[in-house]
């Protein structure tokens, strides 16, 4: 592999890695804000760890139910251009 080709890997590498902390972070705070609610204990309640458990899950499986359309829209689509390159070249 050449320099360029090492640094553009690393950048991407460190691209995903930030967007991949974005995201978590993201996760964190809305779990946080939507689950916990009394600060005059310091224990996590029962209560807010199912909340907080349920609400990643929840997000766990959004994301992942997403990444699963993203890429069934994706085949059709490149479904409908391969369709369209062959009409094209039968025409």
């Known amino acids: 592999m050449t320099t360029a080709a ?3 890997q690393q950048q991407m590498e460190i691209k995903q890695f930030k967007d991949f902390l974005s995201s978590y972070n993201q996760l964190t ?31 766990l499986k959004m ?19 391969v369709a369209a390159q062959q009409k094209k070249l039968l025409s």
């Open 6 to 8: 090492l640094q553009q």
């Open 29 to 59: 705070e809305r779990c946080f804000l939507d689950c916990v609610k009394d600060f005059s204990n310091r224990k996590v309640t029962d209560s807010e760890k199912s909340c907080a458990n349920r609400c990643m899950d929840k997000y």
């Open 63 to 81: 994301t992942q139910r997403i990444s699963q359309r993203f890429q069934e829209y994706q085949i059709q689509q490149n479904e409908g251009l």
